[in-house]
């Protein structure tokens, strides 16, 4: 405890310990026992002032919470002007302690005050952290201790260094950006200092899988490394005081000791004392605990609470339990000031913007750090009674889902919980023990429902609301400096923009585009010139509808930037998308707009769809789609190396599954496959260049169709002997067999008619070519039954009308000439036989006039003398 | 009498176990229990008391389970131990019952034809035509004789069980008692009096209880190994003493074959390759870690009596395909889906890969 008064003298602690005069009510953050325990002490004690820890800028716009529009949960975002990117959240729910003050203080007419560091020192310091790298790695100060934090964040990782301002801190300890409002003292930091921001909710689940992914673009700065690396030197103080007292999970203690206490109050201020003191001891013994930054954040903490003391008189302020001891410690004005001198700045501004539930949950991988705000609600607002009324709600949410439960079901459910919690030892029954109860009582035992109850009632899907007095969003303020950037200004006038691909603005300009679209902002539509020209030319159709505005206004909910709020939005899109080919499209989409951070998860999405999905033909209607954005991602340049490895698999899985999948087809069904297996034959052409097993693959599942008895259908078998014999991976004889084997007499005629239309279609020089494939099926056509005839005749003639008119009159005239002799001829005959359907030999004069040509085209030596010697 | 039986009873095999664990337990019993809810959670979890007694796991899974199940007996409400074959369903409430009323034998083996007698009460039909209905020609069924003694009933199977017979449980389970209309009377259940249930859930359909009769019950599902390391040591265990009562001569150097079916089989039960990173689909089939274990003794006769005596891939592979293709289309391309995209690629795996092929995947 200080000793000296306040703060007149230049040396002494802050706080003189005055009771009536001063009051630090440590808390947990995101607590409801610290929140109904404000509560109850700013009724009792009354303060002139509110202080909280959180970044002074936003005294300008605390004035907002008096608004019955501003409902939490909701966050003050703080972002750097000029570059939205870098921006910080604070996180509050209605259960936050901080919020309790904020709304108290404004009841009551008293004023708030945030002591923090400002965002605009916090912001600058955290991008000059992310730029030098080394020190980032070699300094444990992370604002947070959980690799869930910010740092782990995958979207949280990019601010581009050359950014980040480049003057040099006073010492080692450059405090995080917005670094903890989450304090370490619980473990689990609410804040979430965040450099680039993409509100994740909509996507909650890819937080996890995805960490590390290095957003789109920017230099990814920190890894979750780096995180997990710092985490593990910084000290958890709650996991030092739950060890203390025998418990294994500091959560679990943290809810025994203080969250599920705390009801019966004599002295409003007495869990503040306790509190404080333990936390006293931690900092005793452990120092600052690795953060390294909370030396300026609280010499900042102390100048502010000084002022606060002297224009005010009477204090109270609302902080992390961790400063308490800090904001107590003597310290003098001048170190202090010292401390805090030559901090590096931005120009930052501060907003509200709506918050949900789910993002302040842990596993969004963007959360305040805690699993259940629904349960935290719950425990802050019922007024009694705690686990009746919590199985009443999970009663409700069942029953509107049409899962019958009745109050016995709740009464059981209660009681099961209640001797759970006995069993376990606990004081109360937390919400483990609910969970328990309410699966062994309401669900039958089954996953399903609880992870429904965890969604709706753990978690919550509470959505807050901010006023339309708030500040505008960052991602309108990006959108603005990017189109000013790149030259390309909003206009209502229709026009056309056509973009050259290999010009750096052009390219920029088609992912601004294309990065629009995705987030639902089409101010461009592809033009038609896009269709015929090479792949490096671009047309779009602009026009700026007023309605766009509110849309990116929208889009707001995404990120602050547009390349990170397409990013998130597409990683949603892709996790909601219906089909697998939804998923391809949404893939072409993001190499399009340029957008690898999303790729990762977009590809996940892929390859699990693909995996469970059981319809080959669905698998089969993917793959062009997904091979052409391989090369096309190829052309671009973009890294298309994921992609590549979820087309083979892809493919791998179409060769296994393809074969079963022919048998047994109707008349349409085989039509529809076929189509797929041209389509997979020419993605496998195109894909396999680097992987010639797959393409070994493909030619056995072909041959293995080509082979097949009369299970499969002809049209099926005959395609897969064409593609097989254009491969070269079928001889001609063999070729010849099986066509013979399909048109013997025994095969019914409409089957046969299939198997020439599979065999034949797309191109008929092969009868011309070869007398003895003509001979089959000419035989085999005047073999056709009358009664037959009229049903084969249709298939007939859309086989042969799809061939060239030169073919079709060459092939009759072969027909009507009749069958050669010796092995037919085409051209002149010479003395040895040739191959079959070909003359016999060379005609050395006509091979010789091709091969001047040909050496140009190939750009052979001694091409252009051959054509000279050719002229003369 | 223990010494002869092939499988003595658990109260039996467990005696000392069961004493040391009532002597050491201070804590407050429900009436009629032989120990505390929590000496009942340490029976089956294991543990060591302060005396120094090692109690043995009898059941590796998670403790939320057990409690929760020993807790529900303690609420005096019925308890449903949900499971695919082969999680330990009857071996878990037999040994609830033993550590709970010290007799695991209040037992109804649920078939398709279990009568309703078999769960209330019979006639002995001599004494019944000699003397007419009374008390003494009444032949009481396990759960009316865990009612009179305030003990634990099991039925096994209760899916199996015909809709009509099953519901002949609700007025016990809800009322307690169990009237006797021949004789104008009812038993009123004691004290202590509870009933464990088991079903498998992978064919609910069978009887599907009816919602009156589930309400009376807690579910608790028994889940499948968590861990690899969980299931081969089950599985390695089971199959040590499953061999020596086969007389199979010991096969060295099993481990490794045993850890591939084990993660062959987790990996199509969960979908998901072990490393996270590939999906695969699920074949029809349970695989269960009871399957495992008869892949690898089926594995090891062969290799015992055909082999050179050590377990290989080969030895495994066709009983592996057995276990998995059980519907000859649709797991069939399953199983080569899994093999082409996912053991194909895997390192060290090359022999299995190739033993699978040949057994004609």
């Given at each position: 405890m200080s000793t000296g008064t306040l703060p007149g003298p230049p040396r002494g602690s802050v706080a003189g310990d005055d009771a009536e005069r001063l009051w630090l009510l440590g808390v947990r953050h995101h607590g409801p026992g610290s929140a109904r325990a404000v509560r109850a002490a700013l009724?009792?004690?009354?303060?002139?002032?509110?202080?909280?820890?959180?970044?002074?800028?936003?005294?300008?716009?605390?004035?907002?919470?008096?608004?019955?529009?501003?409902r939490p949960p909701v966050a003050l975002l703080a972002h750097a002007v000029g570059d939205p990117a870098r921006a910080a959240f604070w996180p509050f729910a209605r259960f936050s302690p901080e919020w309790v003050a904020i709304r108290w203080a404004t009841d009551h007419g008293v004023p708030v005050r945030f002591i923090d560091l400002p965002a605009a020192n916090s912001l600058a310091l955290h991008a000059e952290r992310d730029a030098r790298q080394e020190l980032a790695e070699a300094d444990p100060a992370e604002a947070d201790a959980e690799p869930a934090e910010a740092d782990a964040d995958p979207a949280g990782e990019s601010v581009p260094p050359e950014e980040g301002a480049q003057r040099d801190t006073p010492e080692g300890g450059t405090p995080e950006a917005g670094a903890e409002f989450g304090v370490p003292e619980d473990g689990t930091p609410d804040i979430v200092p965040r450099t680039d921001g993409t509100p994740e909710d909509g996507t909650p689940e890819d937080?996890?899988?995805?960490?590390?992914?290095?957003?789109?673009?920017?230099?990814?700065?920190?890894?979750?490394?780096?995180?997990?690396?710092?985490?593990?030197?910084?000290?958890?103080?709650?996991?030092?005081?739950?060890?203390?007292?025998?418990?294994?999970?500091?959560?679990?203690?943290?809810?025994?000791a203080v969250e599920h206490r705390g009801r019966e109050g004599d002295d409003p201020l007495a869990p503040f004392t306790a509190l404080a003191s333990a936390m006293e001891a931690l900092r005793e013994r452990y120092g600052d605990g690795g953060h390294r930054d909370d030396a300026i954040r609280e010499a900042h903490m102390r100048l502010r609470l000084r002022e606060a003391v002297k224009e005010f008189g009477r204090v109270a302020v609302v902080c992390g339990a961790w400063h308490v001891p800090a904001l107590r410690a003597d310290a003098t004005v001048t170190a202090d000031r010292r401390l805090l001198r030559g901090l590096p700045k931005v120009?930052?501004?501060?907003?509200?913007?709506?918050?949900?539930?789910?993002?302040?949950?842990?596993?969004?991988?963007?959360?305040?750090?805690?699993?259940?705000?629904?349960?935290?609600?719950?425990?802050?607002?019922?007024?009694?009674?705690?686990?009746?009324?919590?199985?009443?709600?999970?009663?409700?949410?069942?029953?509107?889902?049409?899962?019958?439960?009745?109050?016995?079901?709740?009464?059981?459910?209660?009681r099961l919980a209640e001797t759970l919690a006995a069993l376990r030892g606990r004081p109360l029954a937390g919400l483990g023990e609910a969970h328990d109860a309410v699966r062994a009582v309401m669900c039958d035992g089954s996953d399903v429902l609880p992870a429904l109850?965890?969604?709706?009632?753990?978690?919550?899907?509470?959505?807050?609301?901010?006023?339309?007095?708030?500040?505008?969003?960052?991602?309108?303020?990006?959108?603005?400096?990017?189109?000013?950037?790149?030259?390309?200004?909003?206009?209502?006038?229709?026009?056309?923009?056509?973009?050259?691909?290999?010009?750096?603005?052009?390219?920029?300009?088609s992912r601004l585009l294309h990065r629009l679209g995705l987030l639902g902002v089409e101010w461009g539509r592809p033009g038609e010139a896009r269709q015929g020209t090479g792949t490096f030319r671009e047309s779009w159709q602009l026009c700026w509808e007023p309605e766009l505005s509110v849309r990116v206004a929208e889009a707001g909910v995404w990120g602050t930037t547009v390349e990170s709020a397409a990013t998130a939005r597409a990683r949603d899109a892709a996790e909601t998308a219906a089909g697998l080919d939804g998923v391809t499209a949404i893939a072409e989409r993001c190499l399009l707009a340029d957008l690898p951070g999303a790729l990762p998860t977009v590809m996940r999405v892929l390859a699990d769809r693909a995996a469970l999905d059981t319809d080959v033909s669905r698998l089969a209607g993917a793959l062009p789609a997904l091979v052409r954005s391989v090369r096309y991602g190829d052309v671009r340049g973009t890294d298309a190396g994921a992609l590549r490895e979820v087309a083979e698999g892809l493919a791998t899985r179409i060769c296994v599954g393809l074969p079963p999948a022919c048998a047994g087809l109707g008349e349409d069904g085989a039509r529809e496959m076929r189509g797929h297996l041209d389509g997979v034959h020419a993605a496998v052409a195109l894909l396999a260049g680097a992987h010639e097993p797959l393409r070994g693959r493909w030619a056995g599942v072909l041959r293995s169709l080509a082979g097949r008895d009369a299970t499969t259908p002809g049209l099926i078998r005959g395609r897969a002997a064409r593609l097989l014999l254009d491969d070269a991976r079928l001889e001609t004889a063999e070729a010849a067999r099986l066509m013979g084997l399909a048109l013997s007499p025994g095969t019914a005629p409409r089957?046969?008619?299939?198997?020439?239309?599979?065999?034949?279609?797309?191109?008929?020089?092969?009868?011309?070519?070869?007398?003895?494939?003509?001979?089959?099926?000419?035989?085999?056509?005047?073999?056709?039954?009358?009664?037959?005839?009229?049903?084969?005749?249709?298939?007939?003639?859309?086989?042969?009308?799809?061939?060239?008119?030169?073919?079709?009159?060459?092939?009759?005239?072969?027909?009507r000439r009749g069958p050669s002799t010796a092995g037919g001829t085409v051209g002149g005959g010479g003395g040895e036989p040739g191959a079959a359907g070909f003359g016999a030999g060379l005609d050395p004069g006509r091979a010789d006039a091709v091969l001047p040509t040909l050496r140009l085209l190939l750009g052979l030596p001694g091409a252009a003398r051959d054509l000279e010697g050719d002229r003369a | 009498m223990t010494e002869q039986a092939l499988r003595p009873h658990a109260e039996d095999a467990f005696a000392e176990e069961l004493k040391a664990l009532a002597a050491a337990d201070d804590r407050p019993r429900p009436a009629r229990w032989n120990m505390s809810?929590?000496?009942?959670?340490?029976?089956?979890?294991?543990?060591?008391?302060?005396?120094?007694?090692?109690?043995?796991?009898?059941?590796?899974?998670?403790?939320?389970?057990?409690?929760?199940?020993?807790?529900?007996?303690?609420?005096?409400?019925?308890?449903?131990?949900?499971?695919?074959?082969?999680?330990?369903?009857?071996?878990?409430?037999?040994?609830?019952?033993?550590?709970?009323?010290?007799?695991?034998?209040?037992?109804?083996?649920?078939?398709?034809?279990?009568?309703?007698?078999?769960?209330?009460?019979?006639?002995?039909?001599?004494?019944?035509?000699?003397?007419?209905?009374?008390?003494?020609?009444?032949?009481?069924?396990?759960?009316?004789?865990?009612?009179?003694?305030g003990g634990i009933a099991r039925v096994e199977e209760l899916t199996r069980v015909p809709a009509d017979v099953q519901d002949s449980l609700i007025t016990i389970l809800s009322e307690k008692t169990l009237p006797i209309p021949e004789l104008g009377e009812e038993v009123m259940a004691v004290r202590g009096f509870n009933l464990i249930a088991t079903a498998n859930d992978r064919d609910r359909g069978v009887n599907e209880l009816s919602s009156a009769l589930r309400r009376r019950f807690n579910t608790v599902v028994l889940p499948l190994p968590s861990s690899v390391e969980d299931e081969v040591d089950i599985v390695a265990r089971r199959v040590e003493q499953l061999g020596r009562a086969l007389d199979l001569p010991?096969?060295?150097?099993?481990?490794?074959?045993?850890?591939?079916?084990?993660?062959?089989?987790?990996?199509?039960?969960?979908?998901?390759?072990?490393?996270?990173?590939?999906?695969?689909?699920?074949?029809?089939?349970?695989?269960?870690?009871?399957?495992?274990?008869?892949?690898?003794?089926?594995?090891?006769?062969?290799?015992?009596?055909?082999g050179d005596g050590r377990l290989r891939a080969a030895d495994v592979a066709a009983g592996i395909?057995?276990?998995?293709?059980?519907?000859?289309?649709?797991?069939?391309?399953?199983?080569?889906?899994?093999?082409?995209?996912?053991?194909?690629?895997?390192?060290?795996?090359?022999?299995?890969?190739?033993?699978?092929?040949?057994?004609?995947?």
């Open positions: 009724d009792s004690r009354r303060p002139d002032v509110v202080l909280i820890e959180g970044p002074p800028e936003a005294d300008a716009v605390v004035g907002l919470a008096a608004d019955p529009e501003l937080g996890a899988p995805e960490a590390g992914a290095p957003e789109a673009g920017a230099p990814c700065a920190h890894t979750p490394q780096d995180a997990e690396d710092s985490a593990a030197v910084r000290v958890d103080p709650l996991a030092v005081l739950a060890r203390a007292a025998g418990y294994d999970d500091p959560e679990r203690w943290w809810e025994d120009r930052a501004e501060l907003t509200w913007v709506p918050w949900t539930h789910r993002r302040l949950a842990r596993r969004s991988g963007y959360g305040a750090g805690i699993d259940s705000p629904g349960w935290y609600d719950h425990l802050f607002s019922a007024p009694d009674r705690v686990v009746p009324r919590w199985m009443t709600a999970v009663a409700g949410l069942l029953r509107a889902q049409d899962h019958p439960v009745s109050s016995a079901h709740v009464i059981e459910a209660v109850i965890h969604d709706r009632l753990v978690v919550g899907e509470d959505l807050g609301t901010v006023p339309d007095s708030a500040p505008a969003v960052p991602l309108a303020r990006d959108l603005v400096r990017t189109q000013r950037t790149l030259r390309l200004k909003p206009e209502a006038a229709d026009r056309q923009l056509d973009l050259d691909l290999r010009s750096d603005n052009d390219a920029a300009r089957e046969a008619a299939a198997w020439v239309e599979g065999f034949l279609s797309g191109g008929g020089m092969l009868l011309v070519h070869d007398e003895r494939l003509l001979a089959l099926v000419d035989g085999w056509l005047t073999g056709v039954p009358e009664e037959a005839f009229t049903d084969v005749l249709p298939l007939i003639r859309r086989t042969f009308a799809e061939f060239d008119s030169g073919v079709r009159r060459t092939v009759g005239e072969l027909v | 809810p929590w000496a009942v959670a340490t029976y089956l979890l294991g543990g060591a008391l302060p005396d120094g007694t090692v109690i043995t796991p009898k059941y590796v899974g998670p403790r939320r389970i057990v409690e929760v199940a020993v807790t529900t007996l303690a609420t005096d409400r019925a308890l449903l131990l949900l499971g695919v074959p082969g999680t330990a369903k009857t071996w878990v409430s037999e040994h609830l019952a033993a550590a709970i009323s010290g007799d695991s034998t209040l037992l109804v083996q649920g078939t398709a034809g279990t009568p309703e007698e078999a769960i209330r009460y019979g006639w002995n039909y001599a004494q019944l035509l000699a003397h007419g209905p009374s008390r003494d020609a009444l032949v009481p069924g396990p759960v009316l004789r865990a009612m009179a003694g010991p096969v060295p150097h099993g481990a490794d074959e045993i850890r591939r079916v084990v993660t062959v089989f987790r990996e199509l039960r969960d979908g998901i390759t072990a490393d996270g990173r590939i999906k695969v689909k699920s074949p029809s089939g349970t695989l269960s870690t009871a399957e495992a274990i008869s892949v690898v003794t089926g594995g090891l006769a062969l290799a015992a009596h055909f395909l057995g276990a998995v293709v059980r519907d000859p289309a649709a797991d069939r391309v399953v199983w080569r889906e899994y093999l082409e995209s996912v053991v194909r690629e895997r390192s060290g795996w090359k022999d299995f890969y190739r033993a699978c092929r040949e057994v004609g995947a």
